[in-house]
T-cell receptor, first 113, second 116 residues
Framework: ETGVTQTPRHLVMGMTNKKSLKCEQHLGHNAMYWYKQSAKKPLELMFVYSLEERVENNSVPSRFSPECPNSSHLFLHLHTLQPEDSALYLC????????????FGQGTRLTVV | AQSVTQLGSHVSVSEGALVLLRCNYSSSVPPYLFWYVQYPNQGLQLLLKYTSAATLVKGINGFEAEFKKSETSFHLTKPSAHMSDAAEYFCAVSDRGSSNTGKLIFGQGTTLQVKP
């Protein structure tokens, strides 16, 4: 148990569906992150939130839409995805931005059909 | 800009043998460096981190890493491999540039296989 919980663990969706990934942390951290992990590629940072404000959008297509309603929750809203978006999506949190280590959730395995 | 290179996408060792996973980094500022481990169907777990204190860093599960500025390396070692060490290992450098977003830049990962 890392203190960062992601739901669902697995998700299969069609290209016309709309779904959301949820991340929750009760570590009292101020920063939260979405990463994408694809086969044979390094982890890619997608979004960074600090104190509920987005501080980085790493050139992510608009079909991915993050939401951070409070410091404990982070969502990733998905719509009209492509098969190449199939990947493991990892949420992480850290005490603050900068040099503190990130704590990762177990990820959501997304398959787009 | 920072970058990380992990030499060898797959490393295979026998149980009880030395584990050496290689990581080289590139950074324009003094780096913060991390090693993470990922077991199948799990998220990433921090093994150890270097944040400009002692150059030899000890982590969990008997792993350690040494920061060598002259070689821009941060190799991960363990004297004696256990079967339970089989996993994927990621080296990462933290973005400490002007943006300072806490962005972790990861290497491509090294899969460690431990043979009985």
């Amino acid at each position: 148990e890392t203190g960062v919980t992601q739901t669902p663990r697995h998700l299969v969706m069609g290209m016309t569906n709309k779904k959301s990934l949820k991340c929750e942390q009760h570590l009292g951290h101020n920063a939260m992150y979405w990463y994408k992990q694809s086969a044979k590629k390094p982890l890619e940072l997608m979004f960074v939130y600090s104190l509920e404000e987005r501080v980085e959008n790493n050139s992510v297509p608009s079909r991915f839409s993050p939401e951070c309603p409070n410091s404990s929750h982070l969502f990733l809203h998905l719509h009209t995805l492509q098969p190449e978006d199939s990947a493991l999506y990892l949420c992480a949190s850290s005490q603050d931005l900068g040099n503190t280590e990130a704590f990762f959730g177990q990820g959501t395995r997304l398959t787009v059909v | 800009a920072q970058s990380v290179t992990q030499l060898g996408s797959h490393v295979s060792v026998s149980e009880g043998a030395l584990v050496l996973l290689r990581c080289n980094y590139s950074s324009s500022v003094p780096p913060y460096l991390f090693w993470y481990v990922q077991y199948p169907n799990q998220g990433l777990q921090l093994l150890l981190k270097y944040t400009s204190a002692a150059t030899l860093v000890k982590g969990i599960n008997g792993f350690e890493a040494e920061f060598k500025k002259s070689e821009t390396s941060f190799h991960l070692t363990k004297p004696s491999a256990h079967m339970s060490d089989a996993a994927e290992y990621f080296c990462a450098v933290s973005d400490r540039g002007s943006s300072n977003t806490g962005k972790l830049i990861f290497g491509q990962g090294t899969t460690l296989q431990v043979k009985p």
